[in-house]
């Protein structure tokens, strides 16, 4: 991915200097914002001018929501390097959003080589949004794989999120994953832990989870659903909230926990009254046993799906301590994975089925987020940053969200690019956040 942004980069630095060859001395063109990162990998981002939109008459705030968002996603998106609106020496608002109306140069000169421009306008209860992409130096406009329409008030940032989804789809091939959810655990004043819904970028939580009680370790189920463990009746209970209603799932004494979804497939720890905790195949509404998948003296929890159902990445203590191990569906060719370590937790298979994050913990006692291929090459993520735990894998494996009590302000839920270099804050107001799970 980073390939064909950087190629782009290399093109438009290339046709920056033809520009400036055709033009009386403007200043050199940048190169791009390059960021130093572990390793002496660089990564440069495409300088992005997204001037205040533009308001025709009063939007009742749409506007400043529509800036806000795009400002937002961009910044999040990993790619772009969004230029503040002090470096601008010019009115932007006296320019108009057709390519006859904007000055190409001043953008130019400002480092910009995309840019943004967006308008709002009230037309009854819906929004009017005009949202479009230019390339500076070649001062004209990216036909975009996005139609804009009307949209109710409460629907601005949806719409940004799609037109973004677009701007990343031009540069990297690949849509954006604004708009998609994530479930995760608060930790409540009163001491329960609740299960919440948000959009990736922190806005729109929701609770769903009904008990006052600890209810802890979600994941997507079918249609929209959230499954997790609850000690609502005592026992550590597999339930599932969908669509306003919650239901129990397994009851079985013992552990049922750590549950995970793959297209009508439900794995989950099971221990079944106090024998040793394995795990299982369980009936997606039901709860019942469908079949066994490990049968070890160890402990085995935290199943993870590979992308195509197959194999199951999960957590067993049999060589000493807590490590990575793989198996098919069925449970057979089953192998460890990590051999690094003594304390390897929480995998997350990638949807591109090539790694699988998880937590270690390191020999000061930190916990970090690494990934490890299929053939057992580890590659740390974070250091020195707090404790970083429980990664999660965006829809398009690009992102991993974690969460992270770095800074000494509790634990909050952060999202970086998945090698690791740029790293953002998602919840960006209080703490007690964790056990976060990109719906994917």
């Known amino acids: 991915m980073m390939k064909l942004v950087q190629g782009l980069v290399l093109v438009f630095f290339c046709c920056f200097a033809t520009m400036a060859g055709a033009q009386d001395a403007p ?46 996603d961009l910044d999040l998106a990993g790619l772009f390097k969004v230029l503040p609106s002090d470096s601008f020496f010019f009115d932007p608002s006296k320019e108009g ?10 953008w130019f000169n400002v480092g910009a ?17 005009d949202l479009r992409l230019y390339i500076v130096d070649k001062g004209e406009q990216v036909k975009l794989k996005y139609t804009p329409g009307p949209v ?19 540069f990297t091939g690949t849509p954006g994953i604004f708009g998609t959810r994530v479930a995760y655990v608060q930790k409540m004043k009163g001491g329960t832990k609740q299960i919440y819904v948000m959009d990736m970028d922190g806005t729109n939580a929701g609770r769903v989870s009904k008990h006052d009680a600890i209810n802890i370790l979600p994941t997507w189920g079918p249609n929209g659903g959230v499954y997790y463990t609850s000690y609502a009746d005592k026992n550590p209970d597999l339930w599932m909230a969908r669509a306003g209603k919650v239901k129990k799932v397994s009851s079985k004494r013992g552990q ?35 079949k066994r998948l490990t049968d070890h003296w160890a402990i085995d929890t935290s199943p993870s799906w590979s992308p195509d159902c197959s194999k199951i990445a999960f957590v067993s203590s049999r060589s000493g301590g807590p490590q990575i191990y793989v198996m098919n569906a069925d449970g057979s060719d089953q192998r460890r994975l990590t051999f690094q370590g003594t304390y390897n937790t929480s995998p997350d298979w990638s949807p591109k089925g090539d790694k699988i994050a998880f937590t270690a913990r390191d020999e000061r006692a930190r916990f970090d987020i690494f990934v490890v291929d299929l053939e057992g090459a580890i590659e740390r993520l974070t250091q020195d940053q707090g404790n970083n735990q429980d990664p999660s894998w965006s829809p398009d494996g690009r ?18 690019t ?6 953002r804050l998602i919840t ?12 994917r």
């Not at 008030?153 to 990343?168: G, L, Q, Y």
């Not at 960006?428 to 719906?439: E, F, H, K, L």
């Open 113 to 129: 080589q995309g840019l943004i421009k967006s308008s709002a306008k009230l037309k009854g209860d819906s929004v009017v949004l």
């Open 418 to 423: 998945d090698d690791g270099e740029i790293q």
């Open 27 to 72: 200043p050199p063109p940048p190169k791009g914002i390059d960021i130093s990162v572990k390793g002496g990998a660089r990564r440069v981002l495409l300088p992005m001018a997204v001037p205040d939109t533009l308001e025709e008459g009063s939007t009742k705030g749409a506007a400043a929501r529509v800036q806000e968002t795009l400002r937002r």
């Open 399 to 416: 992102y991993i969200m974690f969460s992270s009590d770095r800074g000494g302000k509790g634990d909050r839920i952060w999202m970086m």
């Open 428 to 439: 960006t107001s209080g703490s007690g956040y964790t056990s976060p799970v990109w719906a």
């Open 97 to 106: 959003m057709n390519v006859t109306d904007i000055n190409f140069q001043n």
């Open 256 to 290: 049922n926990s750590g549950a995970a979804y793959c297209n009508g497939k439900v794995a989950l720890t099971l221990s079944m009254g106090g024998e040793n905790a394995d795990v299982y195949l369980v009936n997606p509404e039901t709860g019942d046993v469908v």
């Open 152 to 170: 109710g008030r409460d629907k601005v940032a949806d719409e940004v999120h799609k037109f973004v989804n677009a701007v990343v789809e031009h």
